[in-house]
């Protein structure tokens, strides 16, 4: 009898890594069936090669998030020191991610930010603007069958 409580113990544990809560990555639109919404999404799938929508919701999502965030900055005075120290961050971040040019050092400039300033940074819209595809969908496929490395370090995904 005892042997078979051990291995039950055993099994009940295996499972601990996958009972965390995972974080919202996106956000659905609030209108379904809006035209003008539909439209530029399919624009934006066409135009980038994206698989589906949630890929577009999830970059909105970020964008939105680093917006509000320097948007809260902003009502703060300029030498407040939570503004010095979160803005820096929120601009070095994005200039980490190429998103932000190295010059443009001003919390003003993030709320500029467009969808398409966060497209053009992935692994799949570089490969095919560096001519490494013959189209936007061949780099797609060119980084999930492990073709292309960034670095030494061979990458599958598209979004990187």
């Known amino acids: 009898r005892k042997p078979k409580q051990e291995k039950m113990k055993k099994e009940s544990f295996q ?19 809006e035209k003008e919404r539909l439209d530029a999404e399919m624009k934006l799938i066409g135009e980038y090669g994206l698989k589906n929508k949630r890929e577009i919701w999830r970059v909105q999502y970020i964008l939105s998030k680093t917006r509000s965030a320097a948007r809260t900055l902003l009502t703060l005075d300029e030498k407040h020191p939570k503004r010095l120290f979160e803005g820096a961050a929120i601009i070095r971040r994005l200039h ?16 500029g930010l467009k969808i398409n300033d966060f497209m053009e940074r992935r692994l799949q819209t570089q490969v095919f603007k560096l ?11 060119l980084i999930k069958q492990r073709h292309i490395r960034v670095g030494r370090q061979i990458v599958n995904v598209p979004s990187f």
């Open 131 to 141: 001519g490494l595809a013959k189209s936007i969908h061949h780099a797609r496929v």
């Open 15 to 33: 499972t601990q890594g996958f009972l965390r809560k995972r974080s919202r990555t996106a956000k659905v639109p609030r209108r379904p069936f």
């Open 96 to 111: 980490r991610l190429g998103v932000l040019d190295e010059d443009k050092n001003n919390l003003d400039y993030v709320l």
